[in-house]
């Protein structure tokens, strides 16, 4: 039996590329000045390792804009704050669903609260999937933005994101993407959809650190800075400077976090590239990452259909939303009749060494909808792309083993 198996990736993805942990480690020793702050060699090429990594994102989501509109946050709450904080003003109206994070809920409820937006949160389907014409419905001439979590970090179920950009587009409303649970599993085409800003948080799917996020905003959208601060340029400036990336990025930037995001690209690339090899195809470095996407998406559908598979054996276990209709990433939530959720994560822990996540999972009001909340929520499991056949063993005989005796 493993020490530890780890079926939280939702929360956050473990173990990292090797790539990432050497060079996150040998950049910090070699480059861990100040970059944009002074111009000695180090300083200078520390800047360059990030004006390439804004290009390697802005090529992962297809944005064909200026790479200055990839924008470094602290993680992917931060980013979402300043999308939308940056966009709204008094009485705007905006969107959002009734699937979202806290990171979105809490900001709208702020918002609603201490600055007069109104705020319309669309319910999902009771299959956990959002209708667009729902949100069509909910515009008013005053929706100043739409929110979207393209992606279910509780149930797993993966929005209609070409049909919801459609409505925003059609009615000339700014979409902003949540693709913390998607980014690096799934393709997304800023340019293609015509995204207003995609949020992405470093640690999940993109394989970085924690404390590195971001946003790409598209080049018909600005956004106002909510925080101010140096900026190693146009320090004389009695503002915040309007050009980006340093209209929204005050003060240093993580420069290992961003090195693991950097060497995250690379490892994308050279397993697609891996991948192509296989295949006998000559590809370029879009399509390099596209193969990488589907491969990856493959790799933790496997895991998650064998999952749910051992679930559906136990006419006590309640899995919720239907994941399984539809488009879907690997994570699934699901209560047992008669045992509490924090007895079966307690004992998965205890007894059988599987990490999984317990709760709310910060998204509270899938739960309110879903009728959990009074029973603690759900258990959550979501494999990785590192899980292997000895973690997915060890899950299902734990699996077997509580709930046989349900
Ligand atoms: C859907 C969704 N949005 C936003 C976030 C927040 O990301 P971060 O942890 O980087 O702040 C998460 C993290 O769990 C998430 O799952």
């Known amino acids: 039996m493993k020490d530890n198996v780890y079926f ?45 990594t804004r290009s390697m994102l802005a090529q992962f989501f297809n944005f064909s804009g200026a790479s200055s509109r990839v924008v470094f946050t602290l993680n992917g709450t931060d980013a979402l704050n300043m999308a939308i904080g940056g966009l709204v003003e ?33 319910a999902p389907e009771p299959n956990g999937y959002v209708d667009p014409e729902a949100i069509r419905k909910a515009i008013k001439p005053d929706t100043k933005l739409i929110v979207l979590n393209h992606a279910s970090n509780v149930i797993g179920t993966v929005q209609p994101l ?20 998607t980014a690096g599993v799934l393709p997304i085409d800023m340019d293609a959809l015509d995204i207003g800003v995609l949020t992405f948080t470093g640690h999940k799917g993109l394989f970085g650190p924690m404390g590195i996020g971001g946003m790409i905003i598209s080049e018909r959208v600005d956004l106002k800075p909510l925080r101010f601060g140096g900026t190693g340029v146009d320090s004389i400036s009695t503002y915040q400077p309007d050009a980006y990336p340093y209209r929204l ?55 998650i259909e064998r999952i749910d598979a051992k679930l559906c054996e136990f006419d006590s ?19 047992v009749k008669g045992m509490s959720t924090e007895r079966i994560a307690d004992q998965l822990d205890a007894d059988h060494q599987v990490c999984a996540r317990a709760g709310l999972q910060c ?33 299902l005989d734990a699996l077997d083993d509580i709930l046989g005796e349900t």
């Open 363 to 395: 998204a509270p009001l899938v739960h309110v909808d879903a009728g959990t909340v009074d029973a603690g929520g759900t258990i959550r499991l979501s494999p990785g792309y590192f899980t292997d056949e000895q973690d997915m063993q060890q899950l």
């Open 162 to 181: 070409a049909q919801v950009a459609q409505v925003a587009r059609d009615a000339g409303i700014v979409l902003i993407v949540d693709s913390a649970q």
């Open 8 to 52: 939280d990736n939702a929360a956050t993805t473990w173990p990292k590329p090797e790539a990432v942990y050497q060079f996150m480690d040998s950049f910090f020793r070699s480059h861990g000045v100040n970059p944009g702050r002074s111009g000695s060699l180090l300083a200078v090429e520390a800047e360059q390792m990030i004006t390439q």
């Open 317 to 335: 276990v309640r899995i919720i939303g239907s994941p399984r209709d539809g488009a879907r990433v690997a994570t699934l939530s699901f209560t």
């Open 249 to 303: 990025e005050a003060g240093t930037v993580s420069v290992p976090g961003i090195a693991g995001l950097h060497a995250a690209q690379k490892w994308f690339r050279s397993l697609g590239e891996e991948l192509a090899e296989q295949q006998g195809l000559s590809v370029g470095t879009a399509e390099q990452c596209r193969l990488a996407l589907a491969h990856i998406h493959a790799v933790e559908l496997a895991h």
């Open 90 to 122: 008094p009485d705007d109206h905006m969107i959002i669903t009734r699937l979202e994070h806290n990171a979105v809920l809490r900001t709208a409820n702020h918002l609603e609260r201490d600055k007069s937006i109104k705020v319309t949160r669309v």
